[in-house]
T-cell receptor
Framework: AQSVAQPEDQVNVAEGNPLTVKCTYS??????LFWYVQYPNRGLQFLLK??????LVKGSYGFEAEFNKSQTSFHLKKPSALVSDSALYFC???????????????FGSGTQLTVLP | DAGVIQSPRHEVTEMGQEVTLRCKPI?????LFWYRQTMMRGLELLIY????????DSGMPEDRFSAKMPNASFSTLKIQPSEPRDSAVYFC?????????????FGAGSRLTVL
């Protein structure tokens, strides 16, 4: 079984400060990991993914995420937050060894990021 | 491409009525997913299709829910009869197998309110 946890429902950060949105996962094999963002009244948008290779993944809008296998984490980061980054962020995981119907994404519960001006 | 197109964007109906939500995926995508989002339960996968064939419908809440994909460019999610607890935002998403695994493109969602 695969699962993902986002331990913080809400993260507040001042504009210009670095931000981190946390995600931990559990899979049987090696994971595919994803971050999606949801702005109000919109669908989720893909930000970035980790499949293999470099543990630091760069994505859209200046976001990056670091894959840490020993800590089973995939935290989302940005060096300098913008007010426009305020949104709901979802981490998702898929187990590489799964087949058939198990090859679906499992989404976390979401973290509301608020960047204060 | 205009992205994943969902209709209606908002639907208000009374308990017991039939509700049909529609989705047009991105052309060329071979996977289509229906999700439901609520405050209490978060984002739930209801069903997904590959090449128009339903692969996993284990997330469909009960027999009142049904989904079809008659062709590669159209899918429907039907609730009959609807109940107040079905109130949620329903998202359709699509992807293609060569996209590097599960890079989904979501529609804007259909907000359903059942009174």
């Amino acid at each position: 079984a695969q699962s993902v946890a986002q331990p913080e429902d809400q993260v507040n950060v001042a504009e210009g400060n670095p931000l981190t949105v946390k995600c931990t996962y559990s899979v049987s094999g090696n994971p595919y990991l994803f971050w999606y963002v949801q702005y109000p009244n919109r669908g989720l948008q893909f930000l970035l993914k980790y499949i293999t290779g470099d543990n630091l993944v760069k994505g859209s809008y200046g976001f990056e995420a670091e894959f840490n296998k020993s800590q089973t984490s995939f935290h989302l980061k940005k060096p300098s937050a913008l007010v426009s980054d305020s949104a709901l962020y979802f981490c998702a995981v898929r187990d590489l060894i799964s087949s058939g119907s198990a090859r679906q994404l499992t989404f976390g519960s979401g973290t509301q990021l608020t960047v204060l001006p | 491409d205009a992205g994943v197109i969902q209709s209606p964007r908002h639907e208000v109906t009374e308990m017991g009525q039939e509700v049909t939500l529609r989705c047009k995926p991105i052309s060329g995508h071979d996977y289509l997913f229906w999700y439901r989002q609520t405050m209490m339960r978060g984002l739930e996968l209801l069903i997904y299709f590959n090449n128009n064939v339903p692969i996993d419908d284990s997330g469909m809440p009960e027999d009142r829910f049904s989904a079809k994909m008659p062709n590669a460019s159209f899918s429907t999610l039907k609730i009959q009869p609807s109940e107040p607890r079905d109130s949620a935002v329903y998202f359709c998403a699509s992807s293609w197998a060569s996209s590097g695994a599960n890079v989904l493109t979501f529609g804007a969602g259909s907000r359903l309110t059942v009174l």
